[in-house]
């Protein structure tokens, strides 16, 4: 994809809040629900198949001068909650993007695709005949040639990157340079709070704008609390228009179509099909099984200036545990995160952070098959799900092998101490000999600060009709033309960052609902 | 009245003053008009703040000095309403839980900020190192807030090396589609003409300038 110019008049096929003035009503062939990297896909590859489309979006687009530099008033401005948002059952913090483009404005452009073993396990314990590697290979490769996905390169590394890199070297294990759908990084380091530069190829900067080249139209700021239905046909959705930030609800609107595509995400779909008379849940399944890749962050301090802002927000990874549960990766986030982090007090706790400018984060995320929860709607008329998770006891063990791996990386990087931010271990260690630590002890769920931002599996697909809400092109079960498409109906997790077989799977699926309608 | 009675019924009015002076006695008056938090949750901040960044060392500004009863007010005005409340409630709890866990020193039962500095540093500690996961929780919470309100304040980013860099934003055919949040379409400044051609993007210098909201006032004050 090239820059583009839009026609003349293109801004007219997007609708902001300042513009409702009553309630609305339109009609199309798809109306798309959710504009993250799943849906915005499916807006684009149906509206390009020549399908009248609607695009929904509760959050409101950005410009670079709405982009927040601190991290909580950017997390207010563009999270669910406020950024806010917690499980019950095992404590866990988790996030839902709402702002057009989904998740994808605020996350680190991080493209990955699973190894065959991961689909296998899909295939097999699931009943998929279709969904492997080979199967999945040129929807991904569509997706990659459309967002221009590449290895991050090395002269937008920076220090903090090269050392990850450095580490893995010494320490024998295999890594590489983490694919993004970046095209002209300048190494700011500012993912998760928006990318001034522009270069991230975020869905608002990509899929929406090309969706709408094609004859899409975007809704903004409305929220959608209902899909109706008639048997087993859906008719449209229904819904609020909502206020950009603070969300307080105006006019109705609704939108007529011949097909629904629900790509509101893992913590939303779920919630809006149990409010629409827990709709496509013929299977029992819907909400259940929600999955995360609960992560754990080590900070190395170095002797020497690290120089951590600049440098793409994460930009190597190694996938050499992946097999024992985890990968590994590089990690910036804005400084207040990591102040969080810090232990101790006063003078101690200020000398540390004088320290950020030598430190370098790694991290790794787990693959927690066992560990499983649920969403449900909340009485009354929030959207916001109600969560529940339990982090299994051996999932944890593994947060735990990968506390110690990281440890290792780290030292072998150079760094002189590493802060494992793990409760009932020491806050700083010195040496490798004491970190061994981490490698023996028998971890605890409350020990770690557990938190995701990728979350699977609330609508899962299954070859079962029983077994699962949706089939394996994403396909309710029960309802002949309504379409799920968001990472809710992974079956697993998938053990890398999801956003890239989210994508190639809604790239899939809109060959089937073109197809059908 | 029975004098049994009549002192019971002195203990009680007294408990009942202390109480309440305890809640909402001997705050001072903020120097900005709050948007949204009282005086009494001002002041708890501004002890807190101290407590976890006192004056001087490794970082010139202390809590207090680099704002974050300020910004903390600001932060909780933005969030829904059950949100802010939830926010407020954590502060009264760590205020008053005093009451059940004392502070180690004399007078351990008075309310946080009413403590010494070095009561309150060996109380949150406690907290900090708990065993019961609940107290851990809400200390990492509340350092969470603090510590965001901490990195928000320009000068202490520039005396970590760690302030945003300024960047020219390059225009997007997004720009053409997009107004800023909460106008409308009139408000889309760019058109076609001013399309920044591809290719025209530069890596970040490491001795890039900072961003205007991060550097140092030309007249030398602290911004």
Same mark, same amino acid.
């Given at each position: 994809?090239?820059?583009?110019?839009?026609?003349?008049?293109?801004?007219?096929?997007?609708?902001?809040?300042?513009?409702?003035?009553?309630?609305?009503?339109?009609?199309?062939?798809?109306?798309?629900?959710?504009?993250?990297?799943?849906?915005? &896909?499916?807006?684009?590859?149906?509206?390009?198949? /020549?399908?009248?489309?609607?695009?929904?979006?509760?959050?409101?687009?950005?410009?670079?001068?709405?982009?927040?530099?601190?991290?909580?008033?950017?997390?207010?401005?563009?999270?669910?909650?406020?950024?806010?948002?917690?499980?019950?059952?095992?404590?866990? !913090?988790?996030?839902?993007?709402?702002?057009?483009?989904?998740?994808?404005?605020?996350?680190?452009?991080?493209?990955?695709?699973?190894?065959?073993?991961?689909?296998?396990?899909?295939?097999?314990?699931?009943?998929?005949?279709?969904?492997?590697?080979?199967?999945?290979?040129?929807?991904?490769?569509?997706?990659?040639?459309? #967002?221009?996905?590449?290895?991050?390169?090395?002269?937008?590394?920076?220090?903090?990157?090269?050392?990850?890199?450095?580490?893995?070297?010494?320490?024998?294990?295999?890594?590489?340079?983490?694919?993004?759908?970046?095209?002209?990084?300048?190494?700011?380091?500012?993912?998760? +709070?928006?990318?001034?530069?522009?270069?991230?190829?975020?869905?608002?900067?990509?899929?929406?704008?090309?969706?709408?080249?094609?004859?899409?139209?975007?809704?903004?700021?409305?929220?959608?609390?209902?899909? =109706?239905?008639?048997?087993?046909?859906?008719?449209?959705?229904?819904?609020?228009?909502?206020?950009?930030?603070?969300?307080?609800?105006?006019?109705?609107?609704?939108?007529?179509?011949?097909?629904?595509? $629900?790509?509101?995400?893992?913590?939303?779909?779920?919630?809006? $099909?149990?409010?629409?008379?827990?709709?496509?849940?013929?299977?029992?399944?819907?909400? =259940?099984?929600?999955?995360? *890749?609960?992560?754990?962050?080590?900070? /190395?301090?170095?002797?020497?200036?690290?120089?951590?802002?600049?440098?793409?927000?994460?930009?190597?990874?190694?996938?050499?545990? #992946?097999?024992?549960?985890?990968?590994?990766?590089?990690?910036?986030?804005?400084?207040?995160?990591?102040?969080?982090?810090?232990?101790?007090?006063?003078?101690?706790?200020?000398?540390?952070?004088?320290?950020?400018?030598?430190?370098?984060?790694?991290?790794?995320?787990?693959?927690?098959?066992?560990?499983?929860?649920?969403?449900?709607?909340?009485?009354?008329?929030?959207?916001?799900?109600?969560?529940?998770?339990?982090?299994?006891?051996?999932?944890?063990?593994?947060?735990?092998?990968?506390?110690?791996?990281?440890?290792? #990386?780290?030292?072998?990087?150079?760094? *002189?101490?590493?802060?494992?931010?793990? *409760?009932?271990?020491?806050?700083?260690?010195?040496?490798?000999?004491?970190?061994?630590?981490?490698?023996?002890?028998?971890?605890?769920?409350?020990?770690?600060?557990?938190?995701?931002?990728?979350?699977?599996?609330?609508?899962?697909? *299954?070859?079962?009709?029983?077994?699962?809400?949706?089939?394996?092109?994403?396909?309710?079960?029960? $309802?002949?033309?309504?379409?799920?498409?968001? +990472?809710?109906?992974?079956?697993?997790?998938?053990?890398?960052?999801?956003?890239?077989?989210?994508?190639?799977?809604?790239?899939?699926?809109?060959?089937?609902?073109?197809?059908?309608? | 009245?029975?004098?049994?009675?009549?002192?019971?019924?002195?203990?009680?009015?007294?408990?009942?003053?202390?109480?309440?002076?305890?809640?909402?006695?001997?705050?001072?008056?903020?120097?900005?008009?709050?948007?949204?938090?009282?005086?009494?949750?001002?002041?708890?901040? !501004?002890?807190?703040?101290?407590?976890?960044?006192?004056?001087?060392?490794?970082?010139?500004?202390?809590?207090?000095?680099?704002?974050?009863?300020?910004?903390?007010?600001?932060?909780?005005?933005?969030?829904?309403?059950?949100?802010?409340?939830?926010?407020?409630?954590?502060?009264?709890? &760590?205020?008053?839980? !005093?009451?059940?866990?004392?502070?180690?020193?004399?007078?351990?039962?008075?309310?946080?900020?009413?403590?010494?500095?070095?009561?309150? !540093?060996?109380?949150?500690?406690?907290?900090?190192?708990?065993?019961?996961?609940? =107290?851990? #929780?809400?200390?990492?919470?509340?350092?969470?807030?603090?510590?965001?309100?901490?990195?928000?304040?320009?000068?202490?980013?520039?005396?970590?090396?760690?302030?945003?860099?300024?960047?020219?934003?390059?225009?997007?055919?997004?720009?053409?589609?997009?107004?800023?949040?909460?106008?409308?379409?009139?408000?889309?400044?760019?058109?076609?003409?001013?399309?920044?051609?591809?290719?025209?993007?530069?890596?970040?210098?490491?001795?890039?300038? $900072?961003?205007?909201?991060?550097?140092? =006032?030309?007249?030398?004050?602290?911004?």
């Amino acid at each position: 994809m090239s820059v583009a110019a839009p026609e003349e008049g293109a801004a007219g096929q997007v609708r902001v809040f300042a513009q409702y003035d009553g309630d609305v009503r339109e009609r199309c062939d798809v109306v798309v629900v959710g504009s993250g990297p799943c849906g915005s &896909v499916m807006a684009y590859e149906l509206a390009a198949a /020549g399908l009248d489309v609607v695009l929904l979006e509760e959050g409101p687009p950005y410009t670079p001068d709405d982009f927040a530099l601190d991290g909580a008033t950017s997390m207010v401005r563009t999270m669910r909650e406020s950024g806010l948002r917690a499980t019950r059952g095992t404590l866990l !913090t988790t996030m839902q993007a709402n702002v057009l483009g989904g998740g994808s404005v605020v996350n680190s452009a991080i493209c990955a695709r699973p190894p065959e073993f991961v689909f296998e396990a899909w295939r097999s314990n699931f009943d998929l005949e279709h969904t492997g590697r080979e199967a999945l290979d040129p929807h991904y490769d569509a997706v990659a040639d459309f #967002l221009g996905i590449a290895p991050t390169p090395d002269d937008v590394q920076g220090d903090r990157n090269l050392l990850f890199r450095q580490g893995c070297d010494a320490l024998g294990i295999s890594s590489e340079p983490i694919a993004r759908n970046v095209r002209g990084c300048v190494g700011s380091g500012e993912c998760f +709070t928006g990318c001034r530069a522009r270069a991230k190829q975020s869905m608002d900067l990509s899929y929406v704008p090309a969706a709408i080249r094609a004859g899409a139209r975007v809704l903004t700021s409305v929220q959608v609390q209902e899909v =109706r239905a008639q048997g087993r046909r859906v008719t449209g959705v229904a819904g609020q228009i909502v206020a950009p930030f603070t969300g307080k609800p105006g006019a109705r609107f609704e939108v007529e179509a011949r097909a629904v595509v $629900l790509a509101a995400g893992v913590m939303a779909t779920p919630v809006i $099909l149990q409010k629409s008379g827990n709709l496509a849940n013929g299977s029992g399944q819907v909400g =259940r099984n929600l999955q995360f *890749h609960p992560g754990t962050a080590t900070i /190395g301090v170095f002797p020497d200036p690290v120089q951590p802002y600049f440098g793409a927000t994460q930009g190597y990874q190694s996938l050499h545990y #992946l097999r024992d549960g985890f990968k590994l990766e590089t990690l910036w986030a804005p400084p207040g995160v990591f102040g969080v982090r810090m232990p101790g007090f006063g003078h101690d706790l200020k000398r540390r952070l004088a320290e950020l400018s030598r430190a370098s984060i790694f991290d790794a995320i787990a693959s927690c098959h066992n560990s499983t929860g649920e969403v449900r709607a909340r009485r009354g008329r929030s959207m916001n799900p109600s969560l529940r998770w339990r982090f299994d006891p051996q999932d944890v063990q593994v947060l735990g092998h990968a506390s110690w791996v990281l440890a290792e #990386l780290l030292f072998a990087a150079g760094a *002189h101490k590493v802060l494992p931010g793990i *409760h009932g271990v020491a806050e700083e260690m010195h040496s490798l000999d004491e970190a061994r630590v981490l490698q023996t002890r028998e971890f605890a769920a409350g020990d770690f600060v557990n938190a995701s931002t990728h979350a699977f599996c609330s609508t899962r697909m *299954h070859g079962d009709p029983s077994q699962g809400v949706v089939d394996e092109f994403g396909r309710c079960h029960d $309802l002949d033309n309504l379409w799920l498409a968001d +990472t809710g109906i992974f079956p697993r997790c998938t053990s890398v960052n999801p956003m890239f077989t989210g994508m190639a799977l809604a790239h899939r699926s809109a060959g089937v609902v073109k197809e059908a309608l | 009245m029975p004098l049994g009675q009549a002192v019971a019924w002195i203990l009680g009015a007294g408990l009942v003053a202390a109480g309440l002076w305890r809640v909402f006695g001997g705050h001072p008056q903020p120097a900005e008009p709050p948007q949204r938090l009282s005086r009494r949750e001002l002041g708890f901040l !501004t002890a807190a703040s101290d407590t976890l960044y006192p004056p001087g060392g490794a970082i010139a500004e202390s809590g207090s000095e680099a704002g974050i009863p300020a910004y903390t007010d600001r932060y909780v005005a933005s969030l829904p309403g059950p949100v802010g409340l939830l926010m407020r409630l954590l502060f009264f709890l &760590v205020e008053h839980a !005093t009451i059940a866990f004392w502070a180690p020193g004399p007078a351990g039962w008075r309310r946080f900020s009413a403590l010494s500095p070095e009561q309150r !540093t060996a109380w949150l500690d406690g907290w900090r190192t708990s065993r019961l996961p609940p =107290r851990r #929780l809400v200390f990492t919470s509340l350092r969470a807030i603090l510590a965001m309100g901490y990195f928000a304040d320009p000068s202490v980013l520039r005396q970590v090396g760690l302030a945003p860099r300024a960047i020219d934003s390059p225009v997007v055919e997004a720009d053409l589609l997009y107004p800023p949040v909460g106008r409308g379409p009139e408000a889309i400044r760019y058109r076609r003409e001013d399309l920044t051609p591809p290719g025209a993007a530069r890596v970040l210098a490491l001795d890039a300038p $900072l961003h205007p909201d991060y550097a140092p =006032r030309a007249d030398g004050s602290a911004s």
